[in-house]
């Protein structure tokens, strides 16, 4: 399995993104896909994980961000709105076998390599 994220960037504040994260190497529907971040100097951090079509999000960014996919595309995206500054960080997309959406890491077996996401005036 490989992942690869992507549409970070330096955005200011208020502004939005969407995050994409391709899945390949197995079929993308039988796999969890969690969106973690991790901030300088901060513990990485759950935002939202989905699986089929049930969702779970974290609290950090509630109702600012939503989570969807296209299995056409085998492509995970991440809608993130109303940006702030302490919303910079590396964006990481993640796979697991897991049977439904979670917030733990260590349900995830594979991680992509981060985008990162920068908001600044």
């Known amino acids: 399995v490989q992942l690869q994220a992507s549409g970070g960037g330096l955005v200011q504040p208020g502004d939005s993104l969407k995050l994409a994260c391709v899945f390949s190497?197995?079929?993308?529907?039988?796999?969890?896909m969690g969106w973690f971040r991790q901030a300088p100097g901060k513990e990485r951090e759950f935002i939202a994980s989905?699986?089929?079509?049930?969702?779970y999000y974290g609290d950090s960014m509630l109702g600012r961000l939503r989570i969807s996919s296209d299995n056409a595309k085998s492509t995970s995206y991440l809608e993130l709105n109303s940006l702030k500054p302490e919303d910079t960080a590396i964006y990481y997309c993640?796979?697991?076998?897991?049977?439904?959406?979670?917030?733990?890491?260590?349900?995830?077996?594979?991680w992509g390599q981060g985008t990162q996401v920068t908001v600044s005036s």
């Open positions: 993640a796979a697991g076998a897991y049977y439904s959406a979670t917030k733990n890491p260590r349900h995830f077996e594979y």
């Open positions: 190497g197995r079929p993308f529907s039988n796999y969890n």
């Open positions: 989905m699986r089929l079509a049930s969702t």
